[in-house]
């Protein structure tokens, strides 16, 4: 499962998620919440929430949120 994650971060490169999948391979490596915290400079409830998420449904989130930020990038408009 590690690696379908690690797949699934590279897919969600420039979308809101990809620091939610950062976040959950960093605490899968290891890291403490605290560390993660520190590093990517986000509050530690915000990191327990998501690997809070990440537990309680798995993968199937996960690619949940890579078909939706998908459609939401291919979706908009862009005016110049």
């Known amino acids: 499962e590690y690696a379908e994650v690690r797949q ?5 490169v420039g ?3 990809y620091v ?5 391979l ?7 919440p605290k ?15 998501y690997i809070g998420q990440y537990q309680d449904s798995g ?6 949120l890579l078909t939706l930020n998908f459609r939401l990038v291919n979706s908009q408009t862009f005016s110049f």
């Not at 993968?59 to 949940?64: A, C, D, G, R, V």
């Open 26 to 32: 960093m605490f899968s490596n290891g890291r403490s």
């Open 59 to 64: 993968l199937e989130e996960l690619e949940s």
């Open 15 to 17: 979308t809101p998620d």
């Open 35 to 49: 560390t993660i915290s520190e590093d990517l400079g986000i509050s530690p409830a915000t990191i327990y929430r």
């Open 8 to 12: 699934l971060k590279r897919n969600m």
């Open 20 to 24: 939610k999948v950062t976040c959950i």
